[in-house]
Antibody, heavy 116, light 112 residues
Framework: QVQLVESGGGLVHPGGSLRLSCAASGFTFRDFYMTWIRQSPGKGLEVLSYISGTGTILDYADSVKGRFTISRDNAKNTLHLQMNSLRAEDTALYYC?????????WGQGTQVTVSS | DVVMTQSPLSLPVTLGQPASISCKSSRSLEYTDAKTYLNWFHQRPGQSPRRLFYKVSKRDSGVPDRFSGSGSGSDFTLNISRVEAEDVGIYYCMQGSHWPYTFGQGTKLEIK
């Protein structure tokens, strides 16, 4: 069965960095686009970035463009999100999800809290 | 960005009664490939969202047939013919036609 397991969240000071990872199993990882989504009480659900199966096609929401970088390691079936210059408004539960336009499976999420 | 507007935001329903959630987009969701990338998700407290429908009306495996998705263009609806206790939670529509993909604010269904 499809499994997505996020890790790497935590408490970080404003301006700091975190690297999220998502370990995928139960499907042929390289065949699927992957997406990062976050959820916060104030902003609801927000799609942040997606990446194609080969890693050659990707895009970002304006709110994270220039600060976050999505990448994938198909040999290790792992998706990453490098988050730099973190702000208080980046505080949220971060999910990885399979596919992009027709997101189907979600991980359980990893909490990111940006606070001094 | 495409704005997805759901209504109502709160939906108290008696068990066994029907329920309907509207989702309207600020522009047509028909993509250049003539497909409409409109998804519906259900999120129970403390859980990740689970997809119910994709491309407006294609039901996911395991979703009871008392759920149905319909609509076109910029006007979509999720219907539940007879609400059961397990249906409580928040329902979200999401468009995947225009980047950045966007979600509605969510509709909280509760049992009266």
């Amino acid at each position: 069965q499809v499994q997505l397991v996020e890790s790497g969240g935590g408490l970080v000071h404003p301006g700091g960095s975190l690297r999220l990872s998502c370990a995928a199993s139960g499907f042929t990882f390289r065949d699927f686009y992957m997406t990062w989504i976050r959820q916060s009480p104030g902003k609801g659900l927000e799609v942040l970035s997606y990446i194609s199966g080969t890693g050659t096609i990707l895009d970002y929401a304006d709110s994270v463009k220039g600060r976050f970088t999505i990448s994938r390691d198909n040999a290790k079936n792992t998706l990453h999100l490098q988050m730099n210059s973190l702000r208080a408004e980046d505080t949220a539960l971060y999910y990885c999800a399979r596919a992009s336009r027709n997101i189907d499976y979600w991980g359980q999420g990893t909490q990111v809290t940006v606070s001094s | 960005d495409v704005v997805m507007t759901q209504s109502p935001l709160s939906l108290p329903v008696t068990l066994g009664q029907p329920a309907s959630i509207s989702c309207k987009s600020s522009r047509s969701l028909e993509y250049t490939d003539a497909k409409t990338y409109l998804n519906w998700f259900h999120q129970r407290p403390g859980q990740s969202p689970r997809r119910l429908f994709y491309k407006v009306s294609k039901r996911d495996s395991g979703v009871p047939d008392r759920f149905s998705g319909s609509g076109s263009g910029s006007d979509f609806t999720l219907n539940i013919s007879r609400v059961e206790a397990e249906d409580v939670g928040i329902y979200y529509c999401m468009q995947g036609s225009h980047w950045p993909y966007t979600f509605g604010q969510g509709t909280k269904l509760e049992i009266k």
